[in-house]
């Protein structure tokens, strides 16, 4: 089954998850949609972010001189983590996929694995404190989204029930690279790709 959020946001997804867990007890939560690119060598428009691996960054000290982030870093359980090395390994890092969209049909975009930095900023500043902050705590974050935080905190919370928790992943296509440059013209693009990217992944699941 799939749904979309209402609005953007942590809390907008884990009240849609809610609602697919309560209807349809799902197996798995796959997170699919767009992300900005923050790394410029994989994170090029098109390309697509598979990722078992999420940095919250909203929880922060801010004192009179500074703001101190603090980040939560959360993997996905290791049945999901194994699937997606294997799905790499047969595939190669990166996987290249030929273009979905008529207007990209003899191109190929690239997928990785990587880890995703989530919260509630809008991020469209190259020198924005966030980017800074994601690329020194990991240097294997290669996109920000405003959802993959929530998907996460859900799963842990709801692990400490006797019942199955499903896993979770995240396929991000780049539909920008989160500076001033931002806007919407490849959504589409970003999207589809992902799309596909999950339709691949789903038979390692």
């Not at 939560?29 to 690119?37: D, E, F, P, Q, R």
Request: glycine content about 8%; aromatic content about 8%; charged content about 20%.
């Amino acid at each position: 089954m799939a749904t979309q959020t209402q609005s953007q946001g942590q809390r907008s997804t884990m009240a849609a998850l809610e609602n697919l867990r309560r209807h349809y007890n799902p197996r798995m939560w796959a997170l699919v949609g767009i992300a900005g690119g923050i790394h410029d060598d994989h994170a090029r428009i098109g390309n697509v972010i598979v990722s078992t691996d999420v940095v919250y960054y909203e929880n922060r000290k801010i004192n009179p001189q500074d703001t101190r982030r603090r980040g939560e870093h959360r993997q996905a359980p290791a049945h999901i983590v194994h699937a997606v090395n294997t799905f790499f390994t047969e595939y190669g890092t990166p996987a290249r996929i030929n273009g979905q969209m008529a207007a990209h049909a003899g191109e190929q975009y690239e997928v990785y694995p990587g880890v995703i930095g989530s919260g509630e900023a809008v991020i469209a500043d190259r020198a924005s404190d966030i980017r800074t902050y994601l690329t020194a705590y990991h240097e294997k974050v290669l996109a920000v989204d405003m959802e993959a935080g929530g998907l996460s905190q859900y799963w842990q919370e709801n692990s400490v029930h006797g019942t199955t928790n499903p896993g979770w992943i995240v396929v991000r296509g780049v539909s920008d690279n989160a500076d001033e440059d931002k806007g919407h013209s490849h959504h589409e693009l970003a999207s589809r790709n992902a799309a596909h990217v999950l339709s691949r992944l789903l038979p390692y699941f």
